[in-house]
């Protein structure tokens, strides 16, 4: 690393604090047990800080007080509740740039991207408290006799599990629909990424209520498992793997809770030759996510080129690849970071090796970049394959990092088997000038989020969710506020 970049990273490290704690009743707390885990620079292998090591008893603790703090919660009226998420919502913007740069030294994540993610936190909070009056029910006019009607109820405690590709922003942003709603919560962080949600716990103290929201480090069999298992935890969010999800779905059987499963993906970017090449070549390279290092559930990782404009539009896309600026991830000219673990980077790296043997060809990319100052960190070069048949495994398989697969079509009645053959069903971009052929498309595949001339951009309000082992539930819309309530029926007899 040369001498600048060092003391650059170096300066960015003062907005981290001596020690880490979590929330858990309003009080700041280490494990129960003492025990700490450390937390990793994934740009340069450095040691952040220690965090708690949370296990069953800590989480005994967080659900406890959540249980606690529930009855005065649940009393106050919606726009109360509103009214301390928008003062959330204030303080994210505030501390904007600390929260930025914490999961930029945390994640490997650029702090650009990070400041998003903070301001779209900020406007999640604000969108669920404006929606704080549609929580009513109905009233069904059954008999003469009776007056029938129903109201939305909140579950009691959520448990809520993050992981780390958008920490801040699934850490605060989530917590929004189930807190207006009138339920508490226990939060989860990731364990690659804490330092985000224990900074958040300092605000959280401030903000709300003891017991109200309590967060806890550690990770997915200490402190998860239990925490999706805990008798007073009546509704489970998850946010993570495919295989984390289902267990998550077994440990939640007996207790027959009610889940919401944000999973993995293997999106579809599907291109017609009409399209104006420069605007799609760019959407092909924005929906890649490599400016997340593709770690993005919703990254359009299978790109379908038809085969008339596929040689230009991949030299092109490959021109834009290798000219992005990768940097630190506290760089502020950098365009893209770093995976955010060795065993992110080594699972990677082993996908390009299998895409090499399966007989793809890659076209740029492949590796760590040479710079010196990358040598200690996770980075990879934004990486194509060109000739990839769609089952091969580097087509069918989530890898999580900066790795697209090109694979060329020539007849438009091929397309929706191929974008089906996965088992996920996330998202998919559709381009073409022709909206009829779009939106025939777009009826055949089976994704919870489509595109048309478009790809990454979420939009308050509109559901995003998954298909087939995508997921399960719709977030970022009215009915994730409606999935934290459920029915109660009241049935008067007015003879
Ligand atoms: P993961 O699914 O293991 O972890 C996500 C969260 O779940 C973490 O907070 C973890 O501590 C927790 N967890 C793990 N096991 C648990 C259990 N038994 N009970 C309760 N909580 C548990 O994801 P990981 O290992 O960080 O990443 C592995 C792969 O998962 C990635 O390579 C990627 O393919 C996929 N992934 C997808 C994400 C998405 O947004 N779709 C996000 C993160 C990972
Ligand atoms: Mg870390």
């Known amino acids: 690393m040369s001498q600048l970049t060092e003391t650059a990273v170096k300066a960015s490290h003062a907005v981290l604090r001596e020690k880490y704690y979590c929330l858990i009743g309003g009080e ?3 494990a129960e047990s003492g025990q700490t885990f450390p937390t990793i620079n994934p740009a340069t292998g450095e040691k952040l800080a220690d965090v708690p090591d949370c296990d069953e008893r800590d989480v005994n603790r967080a659900v406890e007080a959540a249980q606690k703090a529930y009855p005065a919660w649940r009393r106050l009226t919606p726009l109360e509740r509103a009214g301390y998420c928008r003062r959330f919502a204030a303080r994210l913007r505030e501390r904007a740039e600390t929260y930025a740069l914490l ?10 991207s990070l400041r998003q993610d903070v301001e779209h936190a900020a406007r999640m909070h604000e969108y669920f408290a404006g929606l704080a009056t549609e929580l009513k029910g109905e009233t069904i006019p059954a008999n003469a006799q009776t007056f029938n009607f129903t109201l939305p109820e909140p579950f009691g405690v959520v448990g809520r599990i993050v992981p780390f590709n958008h920490p801040i922003l699934f850490a605060a942003s989530r917590l929004a629909a189930p807190l207006v709603a009138g339920n508490t919560v226990v939060l989860k962080s990731a364990e690659q990424t804490p330092l985000s949600a224990l900074e958040m716990g300092h605000d959280l103290k401030e903000l709300f209520p003891p017991g109200v929201v309590n967060v806890l480090s550690g990770d997915g069999p200490k402190a998860g498992a239990p925490l999706v298992r805990h008798p007073d935890v009546r509704r489970v969010a998850f ?10 779905l077994r440990d939640s059987a007996d207790g027959l809770k009610t889940v919401s499963l944000e999973l993995g993906g293997k999106n579809p970017m599907i291109i017609f030759p009409d399209v104006d090449l420069e605007k799609a070549v760019a959407s092909a390279f924005q929906g890649m996510n490599y400016s997340w290092q593709g770690q993005s559930c919703g990254s359009t990782s299978r790109l379908f080129l038809q085969d008339s404009i596929h040689d230009e539009f991949l030299e092109r896309l490959a021109e834009r690849a290798q000219a992005v600026r990768i940097g630190m991830p506290t760089d502020d000219a950098a365009e893209m970071g770093c995976l955010v673990s060795e065993r992110q980077f080594d699972k990677v790296m082993a ?7 399966e007989g793809a060809r890659l076209v740029t990319g492949g590796g760590r970049p040479p710079n010196p100052e990358f040598q200690r960190g996770n980075f990879v070069e934004p990486t194509i394959f060109d000739q990839v048949d769609y089952r091969m495994r580097l087509a069918q398989e989530e890898i999580f990092g900066p790795v697209q697969s090109v694979i060329r079509w020539r007849k438009t009645e091929e397309l929706a088997a191929m974008a089906n053959s996965v088992p996920y069903g996330l998202t998919a971009s559709i ?5 009829a052929t779009a939106y025939r498309l777009a009826q055949e595949i089976e994704a919870g989020f489509i595109w048309i001339n478009d790809s990454s951009r979420h939009f308050q309000g509109v559901p995003f969710g998954g298909y087939k082992q995508s997921g399960l539930g719709r977030e970022e819309c009215l009915s994730e506020l409606l ?9 008067v007899n007015l003879a």
């Open 239 to 248: 946010t993570g793997s495919v295989e984390v999800g289902r267990q998550i």
């Open 351 to 357: 996908y390009i090796e299998l895409g090499k043997k």
């Open 431 to 435: 381009w073409t000038r022709d909206f």
């Open 28 to 30: 700041l707390t280490g």
């Open 483 to 491: 999935s934290y309530t459920q029915i109660k029926s009241i049935n």
């Open 103 to 112: 999961d930029a030294l945390d994640g490997g994540n650029i702090i650009r």
